[in-house]
C-alpha cells in the first residue's frame, strides 16, 4: 500500500524534534506494508521579517505536489492538518475517496484554525481524524489520538534522571513543556504556569517547589526529564491530544491539566491525573496540591495500556483506516 503522507510539522534541519510525534506516527505503519512517501513544507524556513513568506513557501509545496501527483499514484493521500489540506487543495489532489485529514486542535474550540476551515474541507475528504470526542460527531469524523512508544517512554530511576539534569535532590520539580518552535505558542499559556507555582508556594507551603521547562529538548533526553518531575503541569489554552500528557502517563508522572482537547477522555478513571473545571491557576493549584500531598502508587502507564493508546494499538487503526479507503 502507498500512503502520501502531507505535512508541515516533521523533524528537520531546524529543528530536529518538530513534529516528531508525526514521524513516529507515519513509521509505525510500515511494519504492515504501508510505503510512506512524505511532502513536507517546511515553514521553519520562512523569514519573519518578510510578509506572507510562509504562505510563499506553502504555496511553492502546493505547485511542486500538483507536478507530482500527475506521475505519481498513490492508494491513500493523509494530510496530517489543516494546512497540508489547504496544500493538497490548492494542489488539486482532493478527491473526496481516499483523502484523509488529520485535525491537531479540537475543531469546537471558538476561533481556532481548526473550526474555520474543517467545515470549507470537510466535504473534500474521505475521513476526518479527531483527537477528541466532539459533541457535533459527523459522520466522516474518526476519533484517533496519536500512540505512545511503551518502550521509549517508561518509568525511570528520579534520583538518576535529577543526577543527569544537574537537578537538586531536596527539590520538587513541576515539568512545563512546549516545543517553541518558529513562533511563540501562546496557547501553552507560561502565564498561568508561573501563577499557579506562585500559588502553591504562598497558599500551600511548597517552598521547595521549582519550575522545570523543557522546550528544544534532544528526544532521546525526554524521558530523562519527565521523570525527573513530581507532576506535569498543562496549563494550556487549547489543545488536540496533548503527547506530553500521554508520555508523561506512560512514565507513571502525574498531570494536571487544564480541560482542553481530549483531556477528559484521557483522565477518565485516572485517579492520579486531574483536570480543572476552568482555566484558572487556583483550580490548578488546588489539584496540584492534591496530587503533590498524596502518597498513593501511581499506575498511570497501565490505563494507557488500558486504553490502547500505546503506539502499536494506534498503528493497527491507522492501518484499518487506511485499508478502508484504499478499496
Not at 25 to 45: A, D
Not at 90 to 108: F, H, Y
Request: glycine fraction near 4%.
Amino acid at each position: 500500500m502507498k500512503v502520501l503522507q502531507i505535512t508541515t510539522n516533521y523533524p528537520c534541519k531546524e529543528n530536529p524534534i518538530f513534529g516528531i510525534f508525526m514521524k513516529e506516527q507515519v513509521e509505525s505503519v510500515e511494519k504492515y506494508g504501508v510505503e510512506n512517501t512524505i511532502i513536507f513544507s517546511n515553514g521553519l524556513r520562512s523569514n519573519p521579517k518578510i510578509k506572507f513568506s510562509a504562505t510563499f513557501i506553502h504555496l511553492r509545496t502546493a505547485m511542486k505536489l500538483f507536478f507530482h501527483l500527475l506521475t505519481h499514484k498513490y492508494d491513500v493521500i493523509h494530510c496530517h492538518n489543516v494546512l497540508s489540506g489547504l496544500i493538497l487543495q490548492i494542489a488539486g489532489g482532493l478527491n473526496n475517496r481516499n483523502t484523509v485529514m488529520s485535525l491537531q486542535i479540537d475543531p469546537e474550540t471558538p476561533g481556532s484554525t481548526d473550526q474555520k476551515f474543517t467545515g470549507k474541507l470537510y466535504p473534500k475528504f474521505a475521513k476526518i481524524i479527531v483527537k477528541k470526542q466532539l459533541k457535533n460527531q459527523k459522520e466522516k469524523f474518526v476519533y484517533l489520538p496519536n500512540g505512545v512508544n511503551m518502550e521509549f517512554f517508561k518509568p525511570l530511576d528520579k534520583t538518576e534522571c535529577k543526577n543527569k539534569l544537574g537537578l537538586d535532590q531536596d527539590k520538587r520539580y513541576i515539568l512545563f513543556v512546549d516545543s517553541n518552535t518558529f513562533k511563540a505558542r501562546t496557547q501553552k499559556r507560561k502565564d498561568r504556569f508561573d501563577e499557579t507555582l506562585r500559588i502553591l508556594k504562598d497558599k500551600y507551603g511548597y517552598q521547595n517547589l521549582e519550575p522545570l521547562v523543557m522546550t528544544k529538548t534532544a528526544r532521546a533526553d525526554v524521558p530523562v526529564w519527565m521523570n525527573a518531575c513530581d507532576m506535569y503541569l498543562l496549563s494550556s489554552d487549547e489543545e488536540g491530544s496533548p503527547n506530553a500528557v500521554k508520555e508523561c502517563m506512560a512514565c507513571n508522572v502525574p498531570v494536571v491539566a487544564t480541560p482542553v482537547g481530549n483531556i477528559p477522555d484521557l483522565f477518565e478513571g485516572v485517579k492520579e491525573c486531574k483536570m480543572s473545571s476552568k482555566l484558572e491557576a487556583e483550580d490548578l493549584a488546588e489539584l496540584a496540591n492534591e496530587v503533590l500531598s498524596s502518597d498513593s502508587e501511581i499506575k498511570t502507564r497501565e490505563k494507557i495500556i488500558e486504553k490502547e493508546l500505546d503506539m502499536d494499538s494506534i498503528a493497527k487503526r491507522l492501518f484499518k483506516l487506511y485499508k478502508e479507503l484504499s478499496k
